[in-house]
């Protein structure tokens, strides 16, 4: 089974910008997905990309965030940019192969 590993995530102030990781074990040639959980709260789809290029985000980040993804090194991006303070969240990326698999996420806080 193909492990997922986030990265990237940090404490950032309102209006930074930041870029998360999403390694995987072998290929992600399958949608990809970056989902984010606040506490208490249910888990979120943010961002989507498939096998294509096609995106499509949740219409509190459009324009701020953008999917991308390197076949070649197995690897899905988000770029995070003038982040807000209910950006914070764990951050999770989603293969489409693996639907019921999550990693470990990472953490995104937006704070001054």
């Known amino acids: 089974q193909v492990q997922l590993v986030e990265s990237g995530g940090g404490l950032v102030q309102p209006g930074g910008s930041l870029r998360l990781s999403c390694a995987a074990s072998?290929?992600?040639?399958?949608?990809v997905g970056w989902y984010r959980q606040a506490p208490g709260k249910q888990r979120d789809l943010v961002a989507h990309i498939s096998t294509g290029g096609s995106t499509n985000y949740a219409d509190s980040v459009k324009g701020r965030f953008t999917i991308s993804r390197d076949n070649a090194k197995n690897t899905a991006y988000l770029q995070m940019n003038s982040l807000k303070p209910e950006d914070t969240a764990v951050y999770y990326c989603n293969l489409a192969s693996m639907p019921t698999y999550w990693g470990q996420g990472t953490q995104v806080t937006v704070s001054a």
């Open positions: 072998g290929s992600i040639f399958t949608a």
